[in-house]
């Protein structure tokens, strides 16, 4: 039902990233956007000085004018990174950068033109050859949304981000409406495209969204049919999606679905898939409602 075409745009700065600290989750597009204090397409002029030379672009959100030069502070960032982590700024690169104001040690702005990355080494992303344009029309979309005051057209604007052609907008899209709680009746017939998308990605946020969507007491005898709607393209997950992590997710939405219509499916997993982590998942929803199992719940295995 979606385009194949979304799955092949995975952005490091969105998914697959890696030294995330215990406990944090990596900042999507929407939020880097809206949380720094500037915003800009730039053109780095010099990458070799203790700061980085950056010439602005474009302006994306924030107080500059395209064409001033502003001075990026990197340098004590790399010094708590891994190596293959650290932030390099190459001799007219053209990057997206997400900044905030570099401080004294009394809390005041340095200069006027110097800044540090927000979000450490997130908040910049060096444009590539390929797929440069989708990234800057998703870039200019969020800048768009952080500029509105009501919340209320806000969260309607971030909900119709699902109709879009553009995979980074689809992709903040689903991460803001879990985030924030706010998946209604409409949006869910959205949802339950993705759940068929090529992007194994665009699959688990999907399921997360439904299982979210129905933990809220939803009306499952309202329009649509949830019951035809909602159970039949789950368990094709649950019993033939190659991606482990999308039949645990998929799993966990029959669990939340709860009742005899998804016991058989739920111990026909526990029971016979391949992966422990999605068994472990099946019964230990299976034994939370008081169905039986042949063995006991492991923990999932783990891999360093």
């Known amino acids: 039902m979606r385009?194949?075409?979304?799955?092949?745009?995975?952005?490091?700065?969105?998914?697959?990233?890696?030294?995330?600290?215990?406990?944090?989750?990596?900042?999507?597009?929407?939020?880097?956007?809206?949380?720094?204090?500037?915003?800009?397409?730039?053109?780095?002029?010099?990458?070799?000085?203790?700061?980085?030379?950056?010439?602005?672009?474009?302006?994306?959100?924030?107080?500059?004018?395209?064409?001033e030069r502003v001075q990026i502070a990197f340098r004590d960032l790399n010094g708590?990174?891994?190596?293959?982590?650290?932030?390099?700024?190459?001799?007219?690169?053209?990057?997206?950068?997400f900044l905030v104001p570099e401080m004294n040690a009394w809390g005041k702005p340095k200069s006027s033109d110097r800044y540090t990355l927000y979000r450490g080494r997130f908040g910049k992303f060096t444009l590539p050859r390929e797929g440069a344009a989708t990234y800057l029309e998703a870039a200019r979309e969020f800048a768009r949304l952080a500029a509105l005051k009501d919340h209320r057209l806000l969260f309607a604007e971030l909900r119709g981000l699902l109709a879009s052609t553009n995979p980074i907008v689809v992709d903040s899209g689903l991460e803001e409406i879990f985030r924030l709680r706010i998946m209604d009746a409409k949006t869910l017939v959205m949802v339950l495209g993705y759940l068929q998308d090529a992007s194994p990605h665009r699959r688990v946020s999907s399921l997360r969204l439904l299982a979210q969507y129905l933990e809220g007491g939803t009306n499952?005898?309202?329009?649509?049919?949830?019951?035809?709607?909602?159970?039949p393209p789950v368990e094709v997950l649950v019993r033939n999606d190659p991606e482990e992590q999308v039949r645990v997710e998929a799993v966990r939405v029959l669990g939340v679905w709860g009742?005899?219509?998804?016991?058989?499916?739920?111990?026909?997993?526990?029971?016979q898939d391949q992966a422990q982590s999605v068994r472990y998942e099946a019964r230990v929803i299976l034994l939370r409602h008081g169905g039986q199992v042949k063995q006991e719940p492991r923990k999932p295995e783990t891999h360093p």
């Open 80 to 97: 708590q990174l891994r190596k293959s982590e650290r932030v390099l700024f190459q001799d007219d690169e053209t990057d997206v950068l």
């Open 3 to 67: 385009r194949g075409w979304l799955a092949g745009l995975a952005l490091p700065l969105l998914v697959g990233v890696t030294g995330v600290g215990k406990g944090e989750t990596p900042p999507g597009l929407y939020e880097l956007m809206g949380r720094s204090d500037l915003a800009v397409v730039g053109r780095v002029v010099s990458g070799s000085l203790k700061l980085a030379q950056v010439e602005v672009v474009e302006v994306l959100r924030g107080s500059a004018r395209p064409g």
């Open 259 to 271: 009742g005899d219509l998804v016991e058989p499916t739920l111990r026909e997993v526990a029971e």
């Open 220 to 231: 499952r005898t309202d329009p649509p049919d949830l019951q035809e709607s909602v159970l």
